[in-house]
Each structure stands twice: as C-alpha cells, then as structure tokens.
C-alpha cells in the first residue's frame, strides 16, 4: 500500500467536536478507567521527556492521546498516524485549527511506514486500545521499528488488553462484572463500537469514507480481532527489551488490561 501524509478536511468544528466526544464516550463505555491510563501515560511522558515533547499518536483513531497531549503540554507537538479514513477525518477535522497536531494516513504493517512520518525521531511514542488488532508477529515487528524512532532516552507506551493466563477465576469474575456493567450503561443509553459505527455509516456526510473503511480494513460493526492473538505483560516487556528498549515494564494495570512503558 502507498503511504502518504494527507491534508485536513474543512468541516464545521463543532460537529468533528461532537464526533470526537462520541468516540470518547464510547470508548468510555468498555473502559471506564480510560482517563486513569492516559493520566499515568501522560505523568511518565512528563517524568522521562519534558514538558515539551514531540509525540507520535500511534494508531490515533480520532486522536483522543493527541487532545490530552496538547492540553496538557502547551509546548507539545504530536503527529498522529492511522490508516482509517472515518477516525483520520474526525481526527483532523477537530484539530483543524490547532497548528501544533498533524496527522498521517499510514498502515503500521508496511514495513517503510515510518518514511510517511514528517520527524526521523520523537520523544514518545504513546498508543492506547488499538494495537490489539495486530497479531504478535505483526506486533512484534512494529515494536522493532518503534525502536529507530524513539530517540535515546525517549518512551513509548503501549496501554492495552494484557491477560494473565495463570488467573483464570479472577479473569472470569472480572468479566462477568464488566459485561454487567456494560448491559446496564446501555440500558441507561450507552452506545457501544457496533452503534457508533452504524451511527457512521448513516452520516451523510462520512458515508462514503465509512464505505472505503469497510472496503480496506472489514466492517467493524463485527469486532473482529487478531484471531484471538493478545499478549501478556511479560510479552511485552521481553519483546520491548529484545528490539533494543534499554529498560521495559509495567506502569499500571486493571483487571484486564495494563500499561507498558519502554525506555531506550
């Protein structure tokens, strides 16, 4: 697949504002502790980078880290990278007239992706919910080229789904609990991934690139994942560690998913 930078669309802001507060919201809905993680992320961005980091948004989606980045930092930078042409639109539409955000159509399982990005190297590379869609040898080969673009001393954090195989009776109460929690929020009006999808594909305006989404990544509204494939903590520490991360280990955690930071 080419990879190419592409320019942000002319949309009313308020309505890409009203997009990126629904995909927050439901997102919100399967991770209620969402704004723990990206606050844990951003204090080690701060404690290992500064105050004024340059930030690659890995797999951005409607750059939901970007928007906590530049609030947080008023002397950030980020760029974000994604392949869906739905989240990307969202993305730079809300950030049109933010100078400081520039985002990249890119697909992460090219192998020269990373000649689509506008910097050689970043302070951090952050990603949240997103690379679970990758098997491990996909996803072991990105974290190999992540390698050449944090700069020495930079960070990148990875907060996903991250099972623990040897805690199967916790492992099943705790889903039992959330799927709980999840029939009652959409009983209360919660909209989940299929709904806000759907909701996508009736928009007029976003209709057609719901289509093309559909096209080149599968119809979401499925959920399909990488064939079951999610890894552990120690996964992700070890492998960090083994494609040149000088220290790796984990930050934070919930029941189910955790924080994983490497350091070069």
């Given at each position: 697949?080419?990879?190419?930078a ?17 995909w927050?919201?439901?997102?919100e809905?399967?991770l209620?502790?969402?704004e723990e993680?990206?606050?844990v992320m951003?204090d080690?961005?701060e404690?290992l ?20 980045v530049?609030k ?18 969202i ?7 933010e100078?400081?955000?520039?985002f ?10 990373t000649?689509?990005?506008p910097?050689?190297?970043?302070d ?8 679970h ?5 996909a ?5 190999g080229?992540?390698?050449g673009v ?6 990148f954090?990875?907060?996903?789904h ?7 009776r ?6 039992a609990?959330d799927?709980a929690?999840?029939e ?6 919660a ?37 079951g ?10 492998t ?17 998913d ?7």
């Amino acid at each position: 697949m080419t990879i190419e930078a592409t320019g942000r669309r002319n949309a009313e802001p308020t309505e890409w504002q009203a997009w990126q507060d629904s995909w927050d919201r439901q997102q919100e809905w399967y991770l209620p502790d969402r704004e723990e993680r990206f606050r844990v992320m951003l204090d080690m961005v701060e404690a290992l980078a500064g105050d004024a980091p340059r930030v690659l948004d890995l797999a951005c989606g409607t750059g939901s880290i970007s928007d906590r980045v530049l609030k947080r930092f008023p002397r950030a930078e980020t760029v974000g990278v994604d392949l869906d042409p739905v989240l990307l639109a969202i993305a730079r539409g809300h950030f049109a007239d933010e100078p400081r955000a520039a985002f990249v159509t890119a697909d992460l399982t090219d192998p020269r992706w990373t000649e689509a990005l506008p910097h050689d190297s970043y302070d951090a590379v952050l990603t949240a919910t997103a690379l679970h869609w990758l098997r491990t040898d996909a996803l072991g080969e990105l974290y190999g080229r992540l390698a050449g673009v944090v700069r020495e001393g930079g960070v990148f954090m990875n907060a996903d789904h991250m099972p623990d195989a040897t805690t199967p009776r916790v492992d099943a109460a705790e889903r039992a609990f959330d799927r709980a929690r999840r029939e009652a929020a959409r009983d209360a009006g919660a909209e989940d991934w299929a709904g806000w999808w759907q909701r996508v594909a009736a928009d007029e305006r976003l209709a057609g690139l719901a289509a093309e989404r559909f096209a080149l990544l599968g119809n979401p509204v499925r959920g399909d994942h990488a064939d079951g494939e999610v890894q552990s903590v120690d996964w992700h520490v070890r492998t960090l560690r083994g494609h040149g991360f000088a220290e790796a280990k984990a930050v934070w955690c919930s029941p189910s998913d955790g924080l994983v930071l490497g350091l070069r």
